[in-house]
Nanobody, 122 residues
Framework: QVQLVESGGGLVQAGGSLRLSCVLS????????MAWYRQAPGKQRELIAG???????NYADSVKGRFTISRDNAKNTVYLQMNSLKPDDTAVYYC????????????????WGQGTQVTVSS
């Protein structure tokens, strides 16, 4: 069974940094890419950074230049380095695995982690 486990959230002052990690486990036949989303109280979940299986990255305008997504294929881990954090970055951050197949004949599906809280104080 495919699982995603996030870690690295916490409380940080504005201007500080955090690094989130997401470990992907289970049988993977193919995967389109991985991404980080976040959801603040009363708001919809939003995509903030993604990385494809080819290593191409994309970012939401709100985090561009401050956040960096990267991956370590040997460790099946995706990271989100967050610098120059702002109070508006406060949210639960979720890791997503996009269009995953455990077996080649399966219909691809997405998987989500349980979320990790990031709180930025002013």
């Amino acid at each position: 069974q495919v699982q995603l486990v996030e870690s690295g959230g916490g409380l940080v002052q504005a201007g500080g940094s955090l690094r989130l990690s997401c470990v992907l486990s289970g049988r993977i036949s193919s995967i389109n890419g991985m991404a980080w989303y976040r959801q603040a109280p009363g708001k919809q979940r939003e995509l903030i950074a993604g990385i494809t299986s080819d290593g191409n990255t994309n970012y939401a305008d709100s985090v561009k230049g401050r956040f960096t997504i990267s991956r370590d294929n040997a460790k099946n881990t995706v990271y989100l380095q967050m610098n120059s954090l702002k109070p508006d970055d406060t949210a639960v951050y979720y890791c997503n695995a996009d269009r995953v197949r455990s077996w080649i004949w399966e219909t691809p599906r997405d998987y989500w982690g349980q979320g990790t809280q990031v709180t930025v104080s002013s």
